[in-house]
């Protein structure tokens, strides 16, 4: 399955929540899209596993990860000390990309990962291009020299600057932010339930 790049409100309805951000048309319409709208369906009540199923897919489509990439990383959260789905949450939440993200460099997931893609950012003072790449404690995120006058990341910076999260430190001047702890999980704000995931993947 290649990554999904369509419409965001549509999916920020079918989880009814805006997993991409504020989203005015999706507020307008809390509910599934389709030709029936609102209306109930005979027999809508969902199963354990379709739940659990919708769980997993909210936190793909919130993360930006695929399928495999997803599985992967369950696998090495559960053989990690502690609690599986919080494991699971903070492999994603480390993510470069996401990093990128929750500092403000982009407004959204998406425009991090491309950041980070056409070489704009940095980790510990060396380029590097992998949205995927997992960071760890003491790494130092920065946007490249030759970047530091882009508009996209200026306006970014100026639109999300009070947004402040207790496991990164940005330093503005610098252009650049620090991770100082991994985080727990009553730090981590999305609206996921990790548990399902966990009992989906139990199976």
């Not at 997931?109 to 491309?114: D, F, I, K, V």
């Not at 727990?184 to 996921?192: A, L």
Request: glycine share 6%.
């Amino acid at each position: 399955m290649a990554r999904y790049r369509g419409p965001v409100t549509k999916i920020a309805r079918k989880f009814r929540d805006n997993i991409f951000g504020p989203d005015k048309a999706a507020d307008k319409r809390p509910y599934p899209p389709g030709q029936h709208g609102p209306a109930k369906r005979r027999g809508s009540k969902q199963s354990e596993y379709a739940i659990q199923l919708s769980e997993k897919q909210k936190a793909k489509y919130t993360y930006g990860i695929l399928e495999r990439q997803f599985a992967n990383m369950f696998e090495k959260a559960s053989r990690m000390k502690g609690i599986t789905g919080e494991n699971l949450l903070q492999l994603c939440e480390t993510r470069l990309d996401n990093t990128v993200y929750r500092l403000g460099i982009s407004p959204t997931r998406r425009g991090a990962r491309q950041l980070v893609s056409h070489k704009h950012i940095t980790v510990n003072g060396n380029v590097v291009n992998i949205p995927s790449y997992t960071l760890k404690v003491g790494d130092v995120i920065g946007v490249r020299e030759k970047s530091k006058s882009l508009e996209t990341i200026n306006n970014s910076l100026t639109t999300n600057k009070t947004k402040n999260y207790d496991w990164l430190d940005w330093n503005n001047s610098e252009m650049n932010g620090k991770l100082i702890t991994i985080p727990s999980r009553d730090m981590i704000p999305e609206n996921i339930k990790e548990q399902l995931i966990v009992e989906l993947y139990s199976k």
